[in-house]
């Protein structure tokens, strides 16, 4: 039994063909236009047994979020969110190079289930080669689908792949965050409530539609149970896409991409997520497996980090990039997340006043929850794992001034910017 | 337990750090290095005429005031350990 779920059958070399993925997958039937409440009611229950949640980040449970969309007296629309702006992030990509038509197929269920008008597929102004292949998948199915499907590009940066900066992105062609005073609270654009759902997630709900919430979560024999995609990269020999059942040890699933050496620690889910130590290999890579570690799958990403490098000026790198992608527009933020990042990298390079690890974990303090988005939280949330993950490499920082592989080549997937140390 | 509550809410995309408000209601709203309003606490007893007031008064618009329904058994999480 293999865990392949989203990614059975596909081809090593090229996209799985509409007819391909039709014998893979079996055929989808879903009612017509007008809708068809039976269906519907039926199709949310098996959302709600599978446990789905989303896999953009959030792990928001997906049936939550379709039902409340639905309950809005606003008319809807689906969007897919497919700008995999993580940069260590390429799972969305690979989904959609290889099986777009599951993809595909899930919005359209998810379209359903809201009476949406149309689908509206969110793919960066970056990535060219995925937007192609989208766009000649959903030309194959011409005829097939209830409800017509457009490819937006909105930038490839990191908050723009925000449910309220696509929001923003097609009203007035910002890809800026908007303010949302409570949550839940629905995400509007062009008069319509927005149900984003991401590319994976949308997969997967073209898997719940033909077997079941309970296939979905258990498997069967020769399916494993919930699987997800992780994007592994860092200290590894083999970096890439990798998909897993839930539940497989972080160990055995780092080994996927043959790490290199010694592990220093493992960055999960983002750039805003949280660093684990070694000790988290051993456990299930799972939501409650990865949170008796304090961190979280987040967007499915698994950096190893080398035993070679300076884990503080690592998280440094981070924290900067993440800054120069504040969106300028939320005061915390904008002076607030360059600040962090300088007083990270006065640590790793020993310029730093004494108790920096205090006055950091102080401007955290400061910071948290003051965003009109959660950007900056992220950073935190990183920032202060760094500090209980590498409290040893801290102390030595704080008293040696710095460690000696401050200068050693980054370990992390980053777009080009100035170099730090 | 449900308990009924009242939050100062800002606006960050709005707030200039014109710093107006915590002269208004200096009980519940402090500054950050930067100028821009830390809230602290809810709206309620001295400092409710004051929030109000800060309310009206900010340049930007950018305050309000949110009524909420909170679980007072479930303790608010953080990211901080
Ligand atoms: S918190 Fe930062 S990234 Fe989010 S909207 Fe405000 S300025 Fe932009
Ligand atoms: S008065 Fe308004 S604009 Fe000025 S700091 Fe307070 S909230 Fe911001």
Redesign the pocket.
């Known amino acids: 039994m293999n865990g392949y779920r989203l990614l059975e059958g596909v081809n090593p070399t090229s996209s799985l063909s509409l007819g391909e993925h039709i014998e893979v997958h079996g055929p989808l039937n879903l009612p017509g236009k007008r809708g068809n409440q039976a269906w519907a009611d039926a199709m949310l229950h098996e959302l709600e047994i599978s446990g789905l949640t989303g896999r953009g980040g959030g792990r928001f449970p997906t049936a939550t979020k379709v039902a409340y969309v639905a309950s809005q007296r606003r008319k809807g629309r689906m969007v897919v969110n497919l700008m995999e702006g993580e940069p260590a992030s390429q799972k969305d990509s690979v989904l959609a190079a290889f099986a777009p038509h599951l993809i595909l197929d899930g919005a359209q269920v998810l379209a359903a289930l809201i009476g949406a008008d149309r689908i509206v597929i969110c793919i960066a102004d970056d990535n060219d080669r995925i937007a192609q292949l989208m766009e000649r998948a959903i030309a194959d199915r011409r005829g097939l689908d209830e409800r017509p499907m457009e490819i937006e590009r909105p930038h490839g940066r990191y908050?723009a792949s925000e449910e309220t900066a696509l929001a923003h992105f097609f009203d007035e062609g910002a890809s800026?965050?908007r303010f949302r005073p409570s949550r839940p609270s629905p995400v509007i654009a062009k008069g319509r409530v927005l149900l984003v759902d991401n590319a994976e997630t949308c997969a997967n709900v073209g898997l719940i539609a033909r077997h079941g919430g309970q296939w979905w979560s258990s498997g069967d024999a020769t399916h494993s149970p919930e699987s997800t995609l992780v994007t592994i990269s860092g200290a590894v020999d083999a970096p890439g896409v990798f998909e897993v059942a839930l539940g497989t040890s972080l160990g055995d699933i780092v080994a996927l991409a043959r790490p290199r050496g010694g592990i220093a620690g493992i960055l999960l889910g983002g750039y805003g997520g949280t660093w684990v130590s070694p000790s988290a290999l051993d456990s299930p890579y799972s939501p409650s497996g990865m949170a008796a570690h304090g961190g979280n799958l987040g967007a499915g990403i698994v950096v190893v980090l080398g035993a070679d490098v300076c884990p503080i000026a690592e998280t440094a790198r981070i924290a900067r990039w993440m800054a120069n992608e504040?969106?300028?527009?939320?005061g915390p933020?904008?002076f607030g997340l360059p600040r962090m990042a300088g007083q990270i990298e006065a640590l790793a390079t020993g310029r730093h006043s004494a108790n920096a690890d205090r006055s950091l974990l102080d401007l955290t303090d400061i910071l948290e929850g003051r965003?009109?988005?959660a950007?900056?939280d992220g950073v935190i949330r990183m920032v202060r794992s760094a500090l209980h993950v590498f409290a040893d490499d801290v102390a030595t920082h704080q008293h040696q001034k710095t460690c000696g592989r401050v200068g050693a080549k980054t370990y992390l997937t980053l777009p080009p910017q100035e170099e730090l140390f | 337990m449900a308990k009924r509550i009242l939050t100062l809410i800002v606006d960050?995309?709005k707030c200039d750090a014109y710093g107006h408000c915590a002269e208004i209601a200096p009980e519940i709203i402090a500054l950050d290095p930067w100028g821009y309003p830390i809230i602290r606490g809810q709206v309620a007893g001295a400092a409710k005429a004051h929030a109000e007031m800060a309310v009206r008064q900010c340049p930007r618009q950018a305050l309000s005031i949110k009524a909420s329904n909170v679980d007072v058994d479930r303790p608010v999480g953080s990211t901080r350990r």
């Open positions: 908050v800026l965050p504040s969106a300028g527009q939320c933020c904008l965003g009109a988005c950007h900056p | 960050p995309i």
